[in-house]
């Protein structure tokens, strides 16, 4: 298979890039076939590496070439939220989304993605001391702070029992595979540390909007607590996380640091590219007017333009 000959965003490249992170971060043992393995993960890594170069490119231009200072740094980052968080697409699923309609968006939004706690963990490897309790604190919140019961996941779980969600590699689209891949790209790849924690830091920021959002759709549909509670908990708790990454460890960051924040930047406008893209799509497949244009320019000054060449 050569894999570079399919190095377009496609679901094709998109669903062989699941199936890999999928095998590659499950738990394993150890196995006769390891150097074959090694040489497969070889192969994916260029491959992987090829799709973040070419969206670290996309974005570049977007970001200004220099900072007065990095609080000037810090409320441009946090300004980059302002497009999404009114997005159409949430606005629907509080009000207006069917029962069918809130399951299929939560199979293509929720389901796929890497557990947080999961993408802290491989980002905090080496981090200076004051970025890494950042993320510890972080952890320890996703993981109920100590109780089974309270872990973030088993909320989740329980949701997605409750609901009989059901999904499947091949039954997610390719911008949501290309969403979570990029996550796990970023935060399992040293050189995209910085980026890790910048594309982190913005989904901090945006949670809190698509989870109120979520809570309220289905409430509205008749869902009891069991069921919101993870949503619910996300729409108050990621507000509070986002000012702490902000203030504990992106300015930190960029203090010592001033270099660090173009890459800062790269990470957030690359999660911000990838949750658009999402967007787009799902307003295709719900027959809603596109927040976006279809060549993918944002409507937000510092993001105009914004688009990933195959």
């Known amino acids: 298979m050569n894999l570079h000959n399919s190095f377009c965003p496609s679901q094709n490249l998109h669903t062989n890039l699941a199936k890999h992170n999928l095998a590659r971060l499950a738990m394993n043992r150890p196995n006769d076939a390891w150097?074959?393995?090694?040489?497969?993960?070889?192969?994916?890594?260029?491959?992987?590496?090829?799709?973040?170069?070419?969206?670290?490119y996309a974005v570049k231009s977007l970001i200004p070439a220099d900072f007065n200072s990095p609080d000037q740094?810090?409320?441009?980052?946090?300004?980059?939220?302002?497009?999404?968080?009114?997005?159409?697409?949430y606005d629907w699923l509080a009000n207006d989304a069917g029962l069918a309609d809130m399951r299929w968006f939560l199979t293509q939004e929720i389901?796929?993605?890497?557990?947080?706690?999961?993408?802290?963990?491989?980002?905090?490897?080496?981090?200076?001391?004051?970025?890494?309790?950042?993320?510890?604190?972080?952890?320890?919140?996703?993981?109920?702070?100590?109780?089974?019961?309270?872990?973030?996941?088993?909320?989740?779980d329980r949701a997605i029992s409750c609901l009989r969600l059901r999904s499947s590699?091949?039954?997610?689209?390719?911008?949501?595979?290309?969403?979570?891949?990029?996550?796990?790209?970023?935060?399992?790849?040293?050189?995209?540390?910085?980026?890790?924690l910048g594309a982190l830091g913005m989904h901090e920021l945006l949670m809190p909007y698509e989870?109120?959002?979520?809570?309220?759709?289905?409430?509205?549909?008749?869902?009891?607590?069991?069921?919101t509670s993870y949503f619910d908990l996300h729409a108050g708790l990621n507000l509070a996380h986002g000012r702490s990454w902000l203030s504990e460890l992106i300015k930190p960051l960029v203090v010592s640091d001033p270099e660090s924040a173009t890459f800062l930047a790269e990470g957030a406008l690359i999660r911000l590219y990838c949750a658009r893209r999402c967007l787009s799509r799902y307003s295709k497949e719900f027959n809603l007017v596109n927040h976006f244009q279809d060549d993918f320019e944002w409507q937000h000054p510092t993001l105009e333009g914004l688009r990933l060449t195959a």
């Open 35 to 56: 150097e074959a393995d090694e040489r497969c993960e070889f192969e994916y890594r260029i491959l992987e590496g090829h799709y973040i170069e070419e969206l670290r």
């Open 73 to 89: 740094f810090v409320n441009w980052f946090e300004s980059l939220r302002n497009p999404l968080q009114s997005h159409s697409v």
């Open 111 to 156: 389901l796929p993605r890497p557990a947080f706690a999961d993408l802290l963990s491989l980002t905090q490897v080496s981090l200076p001391l004051q970025a890494k309790m950042e993320c510890a604190r972080n952890f320890w919140d996703e993981m109920g702070q100590g109780k089974q019961a309270a872990v973030h996941r088993s909320l989740l």
């Open 169 to 196: 590699i091949e039954s997610t689209t390719w911008e949501s595979l290309a969403y979570s891949n990029s996550m796990i790209a970023l935060a399992s790849t040293r050189r995209y540390a910085y980026q890790s």
């Open 211 to 227: 989870s109120a959002s979520i809570a309220k759709g289905l409430k509205r549909l008749g869902m009891d607590q069991w069921v």
